[in-house]
């Protein structure tokens, strides 16, 4: 199968600062998405990015396909930014492969 | 209100006996997931259905089956549950591949 890798696999931050999680794959992928694990478990969709640069509020991704990588940027932390920040990838037509995830910390 | 609902939330077992954990969502979705959360290994696809009677495994299929007989739900099926199979469980589901996944709040399954 493919390779997902996410870094940081932990980060702490205080709140207001900026960081950058990075996702790299090891083969071609068809469509590319970032989930935020709230500390209750609840998996929410940030983006669908398979190429390209998108923005929702003081979030931002972008994904360089050619290159193999996404980035997921956070600006101005906040305390409820906390929890695991997960990649997948579609690859091979039809199946779903996640990164182990970023875990990140914003303390007040 | 849209959402994924699975049921239930929390189940302990014991090896061996049949259990299934039901997936219904409420938006037109065609496809719909089945993944496992464990420890250091992120999310891995149990298996996945573009569509009514359409199935096919994913990463992790072993000791598991589904069905899809209505669009809406996508039961997934421990015929047989062992201790390996105590995990965290979602199920999601997007209108199609391509689109955004919407999860489940999650099935903690524990096997004794």
């Known amino acids: 199968g493919i390779q997902v890798e996410q870094s940081p696999p932990d980060l702490i931050l205080q709140e207001g600062a900026n960081s950058t999680l990075r996702c790299n794959f090891s083969d071609s992928v068809n469509n590319l998405q970032w989930f935020h694990q709230n500390p209750w478990g609840q998996l929410i969709n940030l983006f669908y990015?398979?190429?390209g640069t998108k923005q929702n509020g003081r979030l931002s991704a972008t994904t360089v396909a050619t290159e193999r990588y996404s980035l997921l940027y956070i600006s101005s932390s906040q305390t409820t930014d906390s929890g695991v920040y997960f990649c997948a990838v579609l690859y091979t037509g039809n199946q779903f492969y996640f990164g182990t995830g970023t875990s990140l910390t914003v303390i007040p | 209100e849209a959402q994924v609902t699975q049921n239930p939330r929390y189940l302990i077992t014991v090896t061996g006996k049949k259990l299934t954990v039901t997936c219904s969502q409420n938006?037109?979705?065609?496809?719909m997931s089945w993944y496992r959360q464990d420890p250091g290994l992120g999310l891995r696809q149990i298996y996945y259905?573009?569509?009514?009677?359409?199935?096919d495994k994913g990463d992790v299929p072993e000791g598991y089956k589904v069905s899809r007989k209505e669009k809406r739900n996508f039961p997934l099926i421990l015929e047989s549950p062992s201790p390996n199979q105590t995990s965290l469980y979602f199920c999601?589901?997007?209108?199609?591949?391509?689109?955004?996944?919407?999860f489940g709040p999650g099935t903690r399954l524990t096997v004794l």
């Open positions: 990015i398979p190429s």
């Open positions: 259905s573009m569509n009514v009677e359409v199935t």
């Open positions: 999601a589901s997007s209108f199609l591949i391509y689109n955004e996944q919407f």
């Open positions: 938006m037109n979705h065609e496809y």
